[in-house]
């Protein structure tokens, strides 16, 4: 198959690059210059485990090509992805459509033939609809088949998820040789059976929403058992241990936390709520968890006020962790940012560590000290704050941490740490949802 891809970021390269590892044509298109540039020298624009490698083996066989020009892509294509960025719209949450809707009308443009587009951003029900006649209005008689497939990847695991999918959504309305052409794209993932779950359009573009929407509320309620577990003193990780081997409830996404980050899920359950508003149906669970999980965002800045004796004008606060979850350079949305705001505003000073994380934090905070290792981070600091559970920060030689810590206060965000472990090396501990 002869695939285009539009955008190449987290989701547009690693879709591109594992497309391409199943034997199809994939040319990658970017409106970004310097991204394009970067990627002709094997420079990966994301940070992304193995991603490299596989783009370098992929562009050597012959069979991945990156481009800025969309029109040559789509000439001759199969089938065109879209993967360009769905952030929330400022002021009122809804996505913002405008980079799919633009790239939808390039793509009109540039169709030579019969040709399959596929929706993989995030887009609320409906744009596939809007997408379609968009198309029909720029190239009127032009056939073409408009396909809704939500991606599920990780960022962190993305290549592995992607080849491993637990399932493939397909939203097709009554189209054939659309069906056919998906089929074959997603075919090397069958083993034994197709993951591929064939729905309408409009379905499985909900089914991406209230997928996220699920995972969040999740998340959300174990952080507020946490709460409650530090107000009645019992501990959230046996908590989460106990209800998630319940098969019906499932371990994962039960680790509590400082509050679910990202590119995904702030802004799809802000997406969701305004397609609920839209069509007068009121989403009071996803309504709740949004508001306690921003509430519960800025809630961490003053948990480590609280351990650090309630007044941080003046100290220094090292920070492990800038990134919304490890194995990522992704600092959209991450809880970090609502930290070192609440950090600031009290007056402390703010050092920072994180292995992939600085390039991208380095646009978005301000007075922020970026160190290179985690004992810079601690040294001469009055508290020491784990807020991203990276690998690097599992096996710290606390003891050396308690010696060049001014005062030794570990806040550990992740409940990395057993607390004897802590203890043994001479620092107090502070932890999420234990006592
Ligand atoms: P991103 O911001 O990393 O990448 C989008 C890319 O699209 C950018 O490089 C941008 O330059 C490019 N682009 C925009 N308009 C273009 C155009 N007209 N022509 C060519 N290139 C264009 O975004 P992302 O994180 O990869 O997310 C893409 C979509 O996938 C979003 O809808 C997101 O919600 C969804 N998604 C993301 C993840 C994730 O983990 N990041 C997971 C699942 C789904």
């Known amino acids: 198959m002869r695939i285009a891809m539009i955008g190449t970021g987290y989701v547009g390269l690693v879709s591109g690059a594992c497309f391409s590892d199943f034997g199809h044509d994939v040319v990658c298109v970017d409106k970004d210059q310097a991204k394009i540039d970067a990627l002709h020298r094997n420079v990966m624009p994301i940070y992304e485990p193995g991603l490299d490698v596989l783009v370098a083996s992929n562009v050597r066989a012959g069979r991945l090509t990156f481009t800025t020009d969309l029109k040559s892509a789509v000439d001759g294509a199969d089938a065109v992805f879209i993967a360009v960025g769905t952030p929330s719209r400022r002021g009122d949450g809804h996505a913002d459509l405008s980079y799919v809707y633009a790239a939808t009308r390039e793509i009109a443009q540039a169709i030579t033939g019969p040709i399959v587009v ?65 089929s074959e794209i997603y075919r090397p993932l069958y083993l034994n059976s197709s993951p591929l779950l064939f729905t309408s359009r409009r379905t499985s573009e909900l089914i991406k929403y209230a997928a996220n929407a699920f995972l969040a509320t999740k998340i959300t309620f174990i952080n507020e058992i946490a709460d409650l577990c530090e107000a009645v003193g019992a501990d959230v990780k046996d908590v989460s241990r106990g209800i998630g081997l319940d098969n019906r409830i499932g371990s994962k996404f039960l680790h509590a936390g400082p509050g679910y980050g990202g590119s995904c ?57 800038l990134t919304f979850k490890p194995n990522t350079d992704d600092m959209r949305d991450a809880p970090s940012l609502a930290i070192i705001q609440a950090l600031q505003d ?41 807020v991203t559970e990276w690998d690097a920060y599992r096996a710290l030689d606390l003891r050396r941490i308690a010696g060049t810590l001014k005062t030794p206060i570990l806040v550990d965000l992740r409940n990395v740490y057993p607390k004897a472990e802590v203890k043994r090396a001479g620092l107090t501990l502070t932890q999420v949802g234990r006592v």
């Open 118 to 182: 596929v929706t993989k951003s995030t887009v609320p029900v409906g744009t596939g609809d809007e997408v379609e006649r968009i198309i029909h209005e720029e190239r009127p008689g032009t056939t073409v088949a408009v396909v809704s497939n939500p991606e599920f990847l990780r960022e962190g695991a993305a290549i592995d998820d992607f080849k491993r999918p637990d399932r493939v959504v397909v939203g097709i309305n009554d189209d054939e040789r659309a069906r056919e052409v998906m």
């Open 265 to 321: 899920f702030p802004k799809d359950t802000l997406a969701l709520l305004q397609t609920g508003g839209d069509n007068e149906t009121p989403l009071r669970i996803v309504e709740a968890v949004v508001q306690v999980n921003d509430a519960r965002k800025r809630a961490m800045g003053r948990k480590v006020i609280k351990a650090m004796g309630g007044d941080v004008r003046g100290k220094t606060v090292g920070l492990l962790g």
């Open 346 to 386: 009290a007056g402390a000073v703010v050092k920072a560590h994180d292995p992939e994380g600085v390039e991208q934090a380095k646009r978005i905070v301000k007075d922020v000290e970026f160190v290179d290792s985690p004992y810079v981070a601690a040294d001469g600091a009055d508290a020491l704050v784990i």
